[in-house]
């Protein structure tokens, strides 16, 4: 009998807190995380002590003190945290869409720390809108009479169909009936929405007739979706929303323009042009235009309805326009981040994704250069070479947008691409690429120029190499106050 043995070489909680690493743990975490790590890990053991003791080998006290250190470490990292985009995707909504101008964070810090004048008229002492101040700012971008915020575009979708075309048909062409990112497909979010679907046209072709005739005692909107992440090319024709707007007017029946990236400045000076623009649609007529604020505007996830105020205001007292309202802190970030927009200029230089996009491919190709050879000198990393490619929008944007970058190609020093990509995941800060064949390529057009070193500092962290044997060993001789970096 083996076991009691072995279970009598298992250190005692106190020794283990009297360790060096996890002695300085206490100070750092908590008194009750640490004892709650090395109580759960001591009985992890016991268990597998009892288990399979023949196999079993009770670890130095020290390695073991290392082993619960580095995952109280991992604990203690937020579930949400910062990553560096090397996907070459700008708007990645796995990587969270539009990164935040520095004024949206300095204002969400500011509002969020304490109480705000959220609905509150500081003039009168009365209680006021939440939106007063975002409203103001959208009327100077886009021209639009009124405006509402909600939790995002999908949201913006299903109230404006709900309040408006509830138990009745709304007509779509059926080019246009699209499915953004799996949950959002425009047949489903049309029948929650009570309002209901009436189909116009071909996949490929719709006409003006085809409106004019669908229209009816029953019609409540004629509703045009922009196919954001395909296009029907070839022989096509689609109405457009002058024509739209002019049929609406003849039926007295608003248009509803669903634009889903809502640019508010024109994206073809930066080589991805074909983006509908907000200021566009308000100018054209559409009685309601309706985007995202984390796509092309750059801003904080919400979705943004725009129109006159005939049709904003009763949307605005929906009982559903309460269950999808944004909070404070979106409404900090979406009024920063509109202020830089008053000045074009402004906001190429403090838009982060206006930034990213408009960085000169020089710029990309030197940074490449520098950071190759200082790739090639970590262990993980068999080559490194700087390569010309193409980065994409992302979010829901055309596929075949490609926007000129540079990236860094790498070869991993065991032939694996797989695995350097999954170390890269779970170092920090984690590194995310693209892997194109096996090679993993890090493309620099995501990649604010500030995280560079940061880039090597991840791929330094991984040390040496990938094999389930040595990488233990890597583990053991890990220091453990580097992880925490
Ligand atoms: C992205 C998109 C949506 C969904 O917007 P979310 O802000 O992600 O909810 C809806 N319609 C169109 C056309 C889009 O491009």
Known sequence: MKSPNLLRKIPSVGDLLESPPLKGLVERVSHNVVVGNVRSILEEMRVEVQQRASEFRVPPIRELAEHIARR?????????????????????????????ADSAIQQIAAVGHGYSNLEFDLDTGQRSQRMVAVEGLL????????????????AATLLALTAVAAGREVIVSRGQLVE?????????VMSVSGAILREVGTTNKTHPDDYQRAIGEQT?????????????????????????????????????????????????????????????????????????????????QCGILLGGREWIEPIRRHPLARAVRVGKLTLAALEATLRLYR???????????????DTPMDNLKHRAERLAPQLAACERVAQADVCQD????????????????WCVSLVASDGHVGTLAQALRKAAPAVIGRVQQDRFLLDLRTVFPGQDQQLVEAFETLGGTTHPAMAKEVEKEANVEKEDE
Do not use: M, W
């Open 220 to 300: 409540a909107a004629l509703l045009r979706v922009h196919t954001s992440n395909y296009r029907v090319v070839g022989f096509t024709s689609a109405v457009g929303l002058e024509e739209l707007v002019r049929i609406g007017r003849q039926h007295k029946l608003p248009v509803i323009d669903d634009i889903g990236s809502g640019a508010v400045v024109d994206f073809s000076p930066f080589g991805c042009g074909g983006e509908p623009q907000v200021q566009a649609s308000v100018a054209a007529g559409a009685s309601l235009v309706l985007f995202s604020g984390d796509k092309l505007l750059g801003g904080p």
């Open 139 to 154: 009327r100077q971008i886009s021209g639009a009479e009124a405006s509402l915020v909600v939790n995002n575009n999908a």
């Open 72 to 100: 109280i470490l991992e604990g203690e990292r937020p579930g949400i945290q910062p990553v560096i985009n090397a996907t070459g995707i700008l708007l990645h909504t796995g990587l969270g869409r539009a990164p935040s």
């Open 180 to 188: 953004i990112g799996g949950s959002f497909r425009l047949p489903d």
């Open 343 to 357: 000045d074009p200029a402004g906001a190429r230089r403090d838009v982060p994704l206006l930034r990213l996009i």
């Open 390 to 405: 193409v980065a994409y929008l992302g979010g829901g944007s055309l596929p075949a947008q490609g926007l000129p970058t």
